[in-house]
């Protein structure tokens, strides 16, 4: 069985940092692109940064120069340095990839459970 396992979640005051990190288990072959999704309440889901296997990444506004998505392939692992918090960026953080199963079988967007950030003095 897959998984996506989020953690780094928590509680931080504004301008502090956060280092979010997802792992891919199970019978997985390759990822090819890793994101990182976020939603507040009453809002909508939103792409906060996403990464290719080769190293390609792109950011939402909100979160370029605050933000770092990088990822340790070896470990099919997602992280996302998150620097100068803000109140508007908590949310719960959900990780989302794209991979091939070891049978072959391409799966695409799938989703982990979520890691809850809250930044609040």
């Known amino acids: 069985q897959v998984q996506l396992v989020e953690s780094g979640g928590g509680l931080v005051q504004p301008g502090g940092s956060l280092r979010l990190s997802c792992a891919g288990s199970?019978?997985?072959?390759?990822?090819?692109?890793m994101g990182w999704y976020r939603q507040a309440p009453g809002k909508q889901r939103e792409l906060v940064a996403r990464i290719t296997k080769g190293g390609s990444t792109n950011y939402a506004d909100s979160a370029k120069g605050r933000f770092t998505i990088s990822r340790d392939n070896a470990k099919n692992t997602v992280y996302l340095q998150m620097n100068s918090l803000k109140p508007e960026d908590t949310a719960v953080y959900l990780c989302?990839?794209?991979?091939?199963?070891?049978?072959?079988?391409?799966?695409?967007?799938?989703w982990g459970q979520g890691t809850q950030v809250t930044v609040s003095s």
């Open positions: 989302n990839a794209d991979f091939v199963l070891s049978t072959g079988v391409p799966v695409r967007r799938y």
């Open positions: 199970g019978s997985i072959s390759s990822i090819n692109v």
